[in-house]
């Protein structure tokens, strides 16, 4: 067999392909040439179990639109309600109201492979978790807005459903700390979100801190209760992982801003109100190299100097995202060392920053070549000469808020307004009047950015908004 060519056929479908072996490929060997033939067989001669199994590493909106219309066969399997990984009842058309309860455990009770739940309502909230516990081991995602739980209600969430790594409760009724004390023992949390919840005391949260040390996403948010003593426990347990931190606590000071400055990985930081940061912590900032969403509210005890050093420092070059509300520490120095520094800024929001003039607001225009949105929302000191001409200097832009800016000259704004329809450049000089515009401009774009500007601007969450609702929709949904 040594000086023989040998063949190896191999077919695939109804094509054919020759593989030419060496010479000696089979010397010294005792195996006979052979020819190797791979049937074709249909994935429909495949059992029901399999055919589930295949379909089951999809998603809900997968199956739905590769899947069910492929054939009756693939339609009946891909209906099972084995494959649904995620139950919402929220608003909407899966609003709580619109189902029953028991149909809401009948549906947990068909969806042994659930990973995602959600329930926004008082309803029967004790049953529905305990259900949710003996039926959905594989929970990874719970997200709930209800009235306060039991201590055996939670118990059985934490022991039956070990697997949970994102965890969100929102205005959870109730003081008693020691009912949520088995949430401590979730062991595999990446997520934590805390809102409106009066029993998260620092006495929960120290025991949370002792096994939830690989966060990733943090955010604690009107919790009357907190202070610096867990709060900096928590923080530097997970200080290597983190990358989001929004926090919107009155009570905390330093000690717990200088463990938010450790987190070199964070992507992600949301501080309001700021009120209680030094200039000594806040210079440590710089130190987040990785950060590209930053959101301050009444940045009041830090002086523009130290801000200004911190803005223009290389490491937060990345900045793509930065909402300034009430900071008074923001000047035109400012401004200018961090357009200068962070070219890639695509959203700047400066609401009600009072101190910056026309003359800080000609470098935002000079440097930002890619900015999308900027808020100038209740800035007393502009008169708005930089803004000529600024759809042609900033071809970007798509929106530019104005309101309540009471020293912008009306010549100068008509000539804008007159432009704006001329362009793609969306204006809005009135908060009432925010949201009309904002959806009749998105007909120009396509579906998928008008749901991109919709979950960044909060059209889809919020009417109305102050001056932290809006900024906090657009830096937690930000899709940037």
């Known amino acids: 067999m040594g000086n023989t060519t040998s063949q190896l056929t191999r077919i695939v479908g109804d094509k054919a392909a020759d593989f030419t072996l060496p010479p000696d490929f089979f010397e010294g060997a005792c195996y006979p040439q052979c020819s190797v033939q791979i049937i074709e067989i249909s994935i429909n001669s495949l059992p029901v179990e399999i055919l589930l199994y295949i379909f089951s590493h999809f998603t809900v909106p997968e199956i739905s ?5 492929v054939c009756t066969k693939w339609y009946n399997v891909g209906s099972d309600k ?5 139950l ?3 608003s909407g058309w899966a609003a709580t109201k619109n189902f029953s309860a028991s149909t809401i455990r009948r549906l947990i009770q068909q969806s ?11 309803n029967y909230i004790a049953r529905i978790i305990q259900t949710l516990a003996k039926y959905c081991p594989q929970l990874q995602t719970l997200e709930i807005q209800s009235k306060a739980l039991t201590y055996r209600t939670v118990e059985s969430l934490v022991i039956n459903c070990p697997l ?8 959870i009724e109730g003081n008693d700390y020691t009912k949520y004390m088995p949430l401590a023992n979730l062991k595999n949390l990446r997520a934590l979100e805390f809102s409106g919840c009066d029993w998260a005391v620092d ?17 604690l948010q009107s919790l009357s209760f907190l202070s610096d003593k867990s709060l900096s426990v928590l923080l530097s347990n997970s200080k290597g992982t983190l990358k989001t931190i929004m926090l919107c606590l009155w009570e905390i000071t330093d000690k717990s801003f200088e463990q938010v400055a450790e987190c070199t990985n964070l992507e992600r930081l949301t501080i309001v109100p700021a009120v209680n940061i030094s200039n000594s912590c806040f210079l440590k900032f710089q130190n987040l190299k990785r950060l590209e969403t930053l959101t301050l509210s009444r940045l009041w005890s830090v002086s523009p100097s130290v801000c200004s050093a911190v803005f223009g420092h290389p490491n937060l070059k990345n900045l793509r995202d930065v909402d300034l509300v009430f900071a008074d520490a923001v000047d035109n120095t400012v401004i200018k060392s961090l357009v200068q520094n962070a070219l890639n800024l695509s959203v700047l929001s400066l609401e009600r920053c009072t101190l910056i003039t026309d003359d800080g607001m000609y470098s ?3 440097w930002c070549k890619k900015l999308v949105y900027l808020n100038l929302e209740g800035m007393q000191g502009i008169h708005g000469t930089f803004l000529l001409g600024i759809d042609s200097t900033l071809p970007l832009l798509r929106v530019l808020r104005v309101d309540h800016c009471y020293m912008l000259e009306p010549a100068i704004l008509k000539k804008i307004l007159v432009r704006k329809k001329k362009s793609k450049l969306s204006v809005f000089t ?3 009047h925010v949201y009309n515009e904002m959806e009749s401009s998105l007909m120009r774009y396509p579906a998928t950015h008008q749901a991109r500007f919709q979950v960044n601007f909060g059209l889809l969450n919020v009417k109305n908004p102050g001056p932290f609702e809006l900024s906090s929709y657009v830096f937690r949904k930000s899709i940037w």
């Open 82 to 86: 084995s494959l649904w990984k995620s």
């Open 88 to 90: 919402k009842f929220g």
């Open 430 to 432: 009135e908060v009432s």
């Open 164 to 171: 949970i790594t994102q965890l969100s409760l929102y205005r």
């Open 112 to 122: 042994p492979n659930l990973k995602t739940f959600e329930y926004h309502s008082n």
């Open 364 to 366: 935002v225009v000079a």
């Open 65 to 69: 639109r590769y899947i069910l219309p």
């Open 203 to 219: 006495e929960l949260m120290l025991a949370m801190a002792k096994n939830c040390t690989k966060l990733q996403y943090l955010n």
